[in-house]
């Protein structure tokens, strides 16, 4: 039996939901390599979400990194997942080896080794990420916008060349995602700007076993 048809564990509308839409990715090859999605969950999921009480932190000297605030980050742990069942049902489904396995086909790397861990960020107010590529222990990085905010439609990630100059801004839309691999031309942001509301994403990584911050990762399903 295909593990998509059946966890116990795993809520199986979310699993299939999110395995067709994986299907119907574009892949854009500039300025890298990456990969857009216009949906990624379901919207039952996607409210569940952004109802959670999480309270973006206070930031008195943001530097353009999001380990300025190491301490208040909130990450899918398996206390987290314990206490909210749609945290534990995201967790189930990108531990799903089928999910694992479309993922991995997509983007030409082995993923099944890899750990889940997942980061629920709130940036509002004054901010900015300034252009970076994720570091090679983070096998896949997988952004799903949430929010519905009037202004959201300016929060997308920022794309630049090999020179970190501007190419573009991925379309930011609740439930949207965009993906792409760890790479030396991977360059990455977000533009300063004021940020009027809450800008919520996910940050579903796949990382290397020898993770160091073991505390961040997702249970195991």
Known sequence: MSSL??????????????????????????????????????????????????????????????????????????????????????VNVFNNPDIISELGNMVDVDLSKGKLRIEY???????????????????????????????????????YDKDKHYVGQAPYKSNTGLMFCAGENTWHGFREQNIRGVRKNLIINYVTKDWRAKHELAPVS
């Open 5 to 90: 048809q059946m966890r116990e564990s795993v809520n199986t509308d979310l699993l299939k939901t999110v395995s067709n839409n994986l299907k119907k990715e574009r892949s854009e090859h500039e300025p890298f390599n990456h990969w857009i999605f216009d949906e990624v969950l379901d919207e039952k999921t996607v409210d569940g979400l952004l109802a959670i009480p999480f309270k973006a932190p206070t930031i008195f000297d943001h530097w353009g990194k999001r380990d300025a605030y190491n301490s208040s980050r909130i990450f899918f742990t398996p206390e987290n997942c314990k206490a909210n069942s749609t945290l534990k049902n995201i």
């Open 121 to 159: 960020t709130l940036d509002t107010g004054h901010f900015w990420l300034e252009p970076h590529c994720d570091i090679p222990e983070k096998l896949l990085t997988f952004l799903v916008y949430l929010s519905k905010d009037p202004d959201s439609y300016k929060w997308g990630t920022v794309l």
